[in-house]
Structure formats: C-alpha cells, structure tokens
C-alpha cells in the first residue's frame, strides 16, 4: 500500500462521516482561529507601538528628575529633591558624544489668534527640536538660539493649531496671545500626528526659558539628549551619571535609554503573547481530546475493516500510519479554518476600527497550522496503536 493509497483512504474515512469530521475538526479550529486573531493583534499592536518609540530616531537617551524608573515620557515625574535645570542641559550638551539637547516643559493654556482662541497643549524646548526629534519645520523656521534664560516672545504652531486658529492664510510674522501675553508666529510645524495619545499636530512651541515662567516650574520636566552614531551608549550614560552627581551631589535623576523602553515593552507584550498561547492552547487541547474520542470510536467501529486490511496483507505500521493519516487530515482541516477564520477576523476587525492595527506574520501562520496537524497526529496516536495491535482473525470475525 503506497503513501498516496494511505492518503485516499484517509480522505475517504473522512468524507464517510461529514458531520463528525466537521464536528471534530471544529475544536481545533477555535484554538487555531483564536490564537492567530489574538496574535493578530498582538503583532500589530507591538509594530504600533514600536513604530510610536522610534519614530523620532533610535540614538535618544531621556534624563528625568527624581531617582525612580520612568518611560520617558514628559511630566512622568515632577517632584525631586533638586530639579532639573538649564545648565543641566547646557552642562550635558557640552559631554563628548552628545550631538543634541532638548529640555522640555509641557503644560497648556488658551491661544488667541486672528480673532479666534484655542485651548492647545503648550510645549517649552530647545532650539534642536527639530533635528533632535527628526521633526520638520513646513513653513518659516523654528525657534532661533537664544538665551534660554531672556529668550525672545516667539512661538512656532502645530499643523493643526494653525489651521484652527489662521484657516488657510500665513501665520508667519503674525501676533497671538498665549495665556495673554503676545507672541509672534515663526513657524509651522509639519504635520506630526498623534504620538501615544499625544496630539503633537494640536500644540505650540515656545523657548523653554517662557515657558518656565508660563508654569511658574523651577526646572524642566526631562532633558533629551541625542547622540552621534558612534558613541558607546554605556559609556555615555555612565558620563551623564557622573556629571549630575557632581552637579546635584546626590543621584536625584533617571537616565532611561531608549534601548530600556523597548525591553519594558518587550516585556509588557511578551507576557500578552503567553497569555494567547495559554488561551490558544486550551482550545487546542479541547481538539485534541474531541480527535482522540473520534478516533477511539472509529477504531471500534471499522474492526472489520482493520482484519481484512491485515488479511490483505498490510502490515502493522501501515494501519498505525492510516488512522494517524487520518487524524491529521482531520486536524490539518481543522487547522485552515481555523487560519482563514482568525486571519478573516483580524482584517474584518481593522475595518470599523482602523485606529487598532492587525498584522499576521505568514511564518507564525504556517506554525499554527503545523501545531494543528501535531495536535492531530499526538491525539491520534493512541487510537492508531490500537489498531494496529487488533488481531486479524478476530477483528475479521467482530462484524
């Protein structure tokens, strides 16, 4: 009996018994469907999330006050025993090394221009913004270098602060009032988007020295540091840890690369991946065990069928290999409606909410369908064995 006679007979036993087969297949094929829709989302959601973190560049080392963990998010911590200071920042400019220094302050107030007003988040920064962050100015030119402790009153707006406050006219060179003091427009940003739920397109940017004083803030909220290409990050650290400690006297700060935001969020979404695999697995396991009933029921039920095959003379391993044949035929089915539910599910899911992002990584696709397929075969091999032990002249005489 040739391999494509064990195939036929193992198609056949299962288009004999429709609805069994279907039944049976359908377990498997919840398992299969629930993890490919969940990793689904769980790769978009990592792809999301990654593409947010590196969208300003990847060579980016955040400096936040206080002495605790942080992500590096503007605002994370405000209370220390020693703020974080401008000539902290000019101070770590001048570390070999760094090519870049953005000390930041956020808030928001109201922006009055051109006869309309807007309340906008309010961002205090450096003048390397822009090249720091990998974030463009569309029109006129962002803030210029000047004293960060006297800096003059000029403001640059997000895409979208301009065009709710100026519609479709050149804000450059005009007059607005923020939080009721005047400010002159540079520059307009171009348009950024939101960054983790941070509209950056709904902002204006003023020197960080104002914006200090807007707030009433004795030192900034974290300090951005880029560094050249070939700089060793360990190394830089380690200079930035040295110099605040000699500056502060104690270490009141947190210097987070952006390397340990990426691990915090390979962590965070690992333990979501095990949570799909635990949840994938249990349905699985039901398939598993709805196989090993069908078979254990088929094997009983085609005894006669089992004696004259070894009356015909097949051999032992050629019907373990038949009723395993068949349990993974039964699996594999089970297995592609299970990959074409789950991936038709994450696309049908991306399309009332796009915001939610799906991707199903084709390897990951092909190793669902192979875990089918060994689900079957493991929970078919009991039943197989049995089989393959009947003795012939007995199983010939059970019909």
Same mark, same amino acid.
């Given at each position: 009996?040739?391999?494509?006679?064990?195939?036929?007979?193992?198609?056949?036993?299962?288009?004999?018994?429709?609805?069994?087969?279907?039944?049976?297949?359908?377990?498997?094929?919840?398992?299969?469907?629930?993890?490919?829709?969940?990793? &689904?989302?769980?790769?978009?959601?990592?792809?999301?999330?990654?593409?947010?973190?590196?969208?300003?560049?990847?060579?980016?080392?955040?400096?936040?006050?206080?002495?605790?963990?942080?992500?590096?998010?503007?605002?994370? @911590?405000?209370?220390?025993?020693? *703020?974080?200071?401008?000539?902290?920042?000019?101070?770590?400019?001048?570390?070999?090394?760094?090519?870049?220094?953005?000390?930041?302050?956020?808030?928001?107030?109201?922006?009055?221009?051109?006869?309309?007003?807007?309340?906008?988040?309010?961002?205090? $920064?450096?003048?390397?913004?822009?090249?720091?962050?990998?974030?463009?100015?569309?029109?006129?030119? /962002?803030?210029?270098?000047?004293?960060?402790?006297?800096?003059?009153? /000029?403001?640059?707006? #997000?895409?979208?602060?301009?065009?709710?406050?100026?519609?479709?006219?050149?804000?450059?060179?005009?007059?607005?009032?923020?939080? #009721?003091?005047?400010?002159?427009?540079?520059?307009?940003? =171009? &348009?950024?988007?939101?960054?983790?739920?941070?509209?950056?397109?709904?902002?204006?940017? @003023?020197?960080?020295?104002? $914006?200090?004083?807007?707030?009433?803030?004795?030192?900034?909220?974290?300090?951005?540091?880029?560094?050249?290409?070939?700089?060793?990050?360990?190394?830089?650290?380690?200079?930035?840890?040295?110099?605040?400690?000699?500056?502060?006297?104690? =270490?009141?700060?947190?210097?987070?690369?952006?390397?340990?935001?990426?691990?915090?969020?390979?962590?965070?979404?690992?333990?979501?991946?095990?949570?799909?695999?635990?949840? #994938?697995?249990?349905?699985?396991?039901?398939?598993?065990?709805?196989?090993?009933? @069908?078979?254990?029921?088929?094997?009983?039920?085609?005894?006669?069928?089992?004696?004259?095959?070894?009356?015909?003379?097949?051999?032992?391993?050629?019907?373990?290999?038949?009723?395993?044949?068949?349990?993974?035929?039964?699996?594999?089915?089970?297995?592609? $409606?299970?990959?074409?539910? #789950?991936?038709?599910?994450?696309?049908?899911?991306?399309?009332?909410?796009?915001?939610?992002?799906?991707?199903? *990584?084709?390897?990951?696709?092909?190793?669902?369908?192979?875990?089918?397929?060994?689900?079957?075969?493991?929970?078919?091999?009991?039943?197989?064995?049995?089989?393959?032990?009947?003795?012939?002249?007995?199983?010939?005489?059970?019909?």
């Amino acid at each position: 009996m040739s391999g494509l006679d064990l195939l036929r007979l193992a198609f056949g036993a299962v288009r004999a018994h429709r609805l069994r087969s279907v039944l049976t297949g359908l377990g498997v094929a919840v398992g299969i469907a629930a993890v490919v829709l969940l990793t &689904s989302i769980g790769e978009g959601v990592h792809r999301f999330v990654l593409a947010e973190f590196t969208q300003f560049g990847t060579r980016l080392i955040a400096v936040a006050p206080g002495r605790t963990t942080t992500l590096g998010l503007p605002g994370a @911590i405000i209370g220390t025993t020693r *703020p974080l200071s401008l000539d902290d920042a000019e101070a770590l400019r001048r570390l070999p090394g760094i090519e870049g220094v953005v000390p930041l302050v956020q808030g928001n107030a109201e922006v009055e221009g051109a006869g309309r007003s807007r309340r906008v988040t309010i961002l205090g $920064a450096g003048p390397q913004m822009p090249s720091v962050y990998r974030f463009d100015v569309a029109i006129g030119g /962002f803030l210029p270098p000047d004293d960060p402790r006297a800096p003059r009153a /000029f403001v640059v707006l #997000g895409s979208r602060a301009q065009r709710e406050l100026f519609g479709g006219a050149s804000p450059l060179g005009q007059r607005l009032r923020l939080a #009721g003091e005047p400010y002159r427009v540079v520059g307009v940003m =171009e &348009s950024k988007g939101q960054v983790l739920g941070f509209d950056l397109d709904d902002a204006a940017y @003023i020197p960080v020295g104002r $914006a200090l004083e807007l707030f009433d803030r004795d030192g900034v909220m974290e300090i951005d540091l880029l560094y050249t290409p070939s700089a060793s990050v360990d190394e830089l650290v380690a200079s930035i840890r040295r110099l605040l400690l000699l500056r502060h006297g104690q =270490e009141d700060f947190t210097v987070i690369t952006q390397q340990q935001m990426l691990d915090v969020l390979g962590s965070v979404l690992g333990v979501l991946k095990s949570a799909v695999g635990a949840l #994938g697995g249990i349905s699985l396991l039901v398939g598993g065990v709805g196989i090993l009933t @069908i078979m254990t029921l088929a094997v009983r039920e085609r005894t006669a069928e089992i004696g004259l095959l070894r009356a015909l003379g097949a051999e032992r391993w050629q019907v373990l290999v038949l009723f395993l044949a068949e349990a993974g035929v039964l699996a594999g089915l089970g297995g592609l $409606a299970g990959l074409a539910a #789950g991936m038709g599910g994450a696309r049908l899911l991306a399309r009332p909410v796009p915001a939610l992002p799906v991707h199903t *990584p084709w390897s990951f696709a092909l190793l669902a369908e192979a875990l089918a397929v060994a689900v079957g075969l493991a929970a078919g091999l009991v039943p197989a064995r049995r089989a393959a032990h009947l003795d012939p002249l007995r199983a010939l005489r059970s019909d």
